[in-house]
């Protein structure tokens, strides 16, 4: 008998979204939780994989990518929390590289989610704007 799952927990994105939460959840045990930013980091680092949970388990696009689009705000604000931790000097870039490469993927998924089911977006092939080659 094979384990059932949430289509959620069969998600790449959703499985990086978690490794994230346990490597931030180690480098948080160096972070002083006076600072207003160990519970933004907290906060916004739970709140990836908890949209993608959601927005998987929505019936149309525009909601599913409403709950992606929250999803990759997130990231990209866990994103300036490690800044925010190296500028105070918390921890040294050194040490936020491997974080920062997790969310660096988790956005792409995430953007390529949105951009693959929402056709309500207007996109242009660049070709419109720079030409073709032998245009240029």
Not at 2 to 10: A, I, L, T
Not at 29 to 36: D, G, I, T
């Amino acid at each position: 008998m094979s384990e059932q799952k949430f289509d959620h927990e069969k998600m790449h994105v959703y499985q990086e979204s978690l490794r994230f939460v346990a490597w931030v959840s180690v480098l948080l045990e160096a972070v002083p939780k006076s600072l207003a930013v160990y519970n933004q980091m907290d906060r916004a680092s739970t709140s990836i994989p908890l949209n993608i949970a959601e927005g998987t388990a929505k019936f149309t696009a525009a909601d599913k990518n409403r709950f992606y689009d929250v999803a990759r705000g997130s990231a990209v604000e866990c994103a300036a929390c490690l800044d925010v931790l190296v500028v105070k000097q918390i921890v040294k870039q050194e040490d936020v590289f491997e974080g920062k490469n997790g969310l660096l993927k988790i956005v792409a998924m995430l953007v390529r989610l949105i951009r693959s089911s929402d056709t309500s977006r207007f996109r242009e092939d660049a070709e419109f704007y720079c030409g073709t080659e032998d245009e240029q």
